[in-house]
């Protein structure tokens, strides 16, 4: 089984938001935090979610069934229901890639359970603001 956990956040200063995941597969961890130029957090939250998935597809690690886990309602509420009223696209997007695992299932968990892609994103932040002087 794959555990999936995804987050995101936007630095509203400096207009930037960051994406993260953690895909844990036979006790190994891939993890990533991207930048991306977005200021609407609910998106990055789907964008998280998209491109790890595009992650795991692309390294044909995809042949198992998947349990995501987001600290997004709306994603978690979206992905359930086949429908959100304004992520519709990118939610498409989703529901396609998922389509290529044998099964899935998606859980909302607390921001403390989502440690390690919540820390991604904030270690990302402050490498953004250094290198911006802000």
């Known amino acids: 089984m794959i555990k999936l956990y995804t987050d995101a956040g936007l630095n ?5 938001g960051v994406v993260s995941f953690v895909i844990r597969i036979n006790k190994n961890d891939y993890t990533n935090a991207l930048v991306k130029n977005y ?15 595009d ?7 995809n042949n198992e069934i998947i349990l995501i886990h987001s600290d997004s309602q709306i994603v978690v509420d979206s992905v359930e229901k086949k429908y959100s009223k304004h992520y ?3 939610l498409d997007e989703i529901l396609t890639d998922l389509e290529q695992f044998p099964s899935y299932f998606i859980k909302h968990i607390a921001d403390k359970e989502n440690g390690e892609a919540h820390t991604l994103v904030h270690q990302k ?10």
Do not use: C, V
Not at 40 to 52: P, Q, V
Not at 55 to 61: A, S
Not at 125 to 134: D, F, P, V
């Open 125 to 134: 932040m402050l490498n953004i603001r250094k290198h911006s002087g802000k």
């Open 39 to 53: 200021n609407d957090n609910h998106y990055l939250e789907f964008l998280a979610l998209k491109i790890a998935l």
């Open 55 to 61: 992650e795991i597809i692309k390294n044909e690690w």
């Open 12 to 16: 509203t200063n400096l207009n930037l």
């Open 88 to 90: 519709q696209p990118i």
